[in-house]
Nanobody, 124 residues
Framework: QVQLVESGGGLVQAGASLRLSCAASGRSYNSYAMGWFRQAPGKEREFVASITWNGGSTYYADSVKGRFTISRDNAKNTVYLQMNNLKPEDTAVYYC?????????????????WGQGTPVTVSS
């Protein structure tokens, strides 16, 4: 069983940067693709970014492409989300999760072992 703990969220002004971390514990972490999702108040959880088990491929939602970067350090059992040029519409709770299906889709149901989330608030 892999457990995930997110950190690094906070309150920032528009245009600022934040780096989120997702620390994994448990066996087999390095064999999983990982993803970041977010959920704004009153909205459904949505895909943000994902990365393959070895970091060889990354995928992004159109809304964050060019501003966010996902990366991982398997030696540290950690996945990162570097967020630059933050906008008020990026305000949400950010979650990391493991990919649990072989599908290529990026639906919530394709991921599991969700962390507790870290809140990000971007003021205008």
């Amino acid at each position: 069983q892999v457990q995930l703990v997110e950190s690094g969220g906070g309150l920032v002004q528009a245009g600022a940067s934040l780096r989120l971390s997702c620390a994994a514990s448990g066996r087999s972490y390095n064999s999983y693709a990982m993803g970041w999702f977010r959920q704004a108040p009153g909205k459904e959880r949505e895909f943000v970014a994902s990365i393959t088990w070895n970091g060889g491929s990354t995928y992004y939602a159109d809304s964050v492409k060019g501003r966010f970067t996902i990366s991982r350090d398997n030696a540290k059992n950690t996945v990162y989300l570097q967020m630059n040029n933050l906008k008020p519409e990026d305000t949400a709770v950010y979650y990391c999760a493991l990919r649990i299906t072989p599908a290529r889709s990026m639906k919530v149901s394709d991921f599991g072992s969700w962390g507790q989330g870290t809140p990000v608030t971007v003021s205008s």
